[in-house]
């Protein structure tokens, strides 16, 4: 069984910061990719960043410059932080991984709870 746990949402007011993470856990072998993705009321949910195994990553064109997703493969854990952030950032993010449980196993993917940030003065 694995579990993605995020943390650190919240209300905070236009230009400010947050940070959220991800832990992973449970009977893993190794994690191929982690990202966010985010839904706000109304919209289809979308892809914020991802970071490969590699330390590849990419951004939603909106959130370049501002936000920087990064990991610590030693905790199976992703983070998030989100600086300047506007209004149009408020949503619910949820944390997504790729991960082999087994050598030879096939890839799955797995979806953490998700976690509210709220962008308003």
């Known amino acids: 069984q694995v579990q993605l746990v995020e943390s650190g949402g919240g209300l905070v007011q236009p230009g400010g910061s947050l940070r959220l993470s991800c832990a992973a856990s449970g009977s893993i072998f190794s994690i191929n990719a982690m990202g966010w993705y985010r839904q706000a009321p109304g919209k289809q949910r979308e892809l914020v960043a991802r970071?490969?195994?590699?330390?590849?990553?990419n951004y939603e064109d909106s959130v370049t410059g501002r936000f920087t997703i990064s990991r610590d493969g030693a905790k199976n854990t992703v983070y998030l932080q989100t600086n300047s952030l506007k209004p149009e950032d408020t949503a619910v993010y949820y944390c997504n991984a790729v991960i082999k449980l087994q050598t030879m196993g096939p890839t799955l993917i797995y979806w953490g709870q998700g976690t509210q940030v709220t962008v308003s003065s």
């Open positions: 970071i490969t195994s590699g330390g590849s990553t």
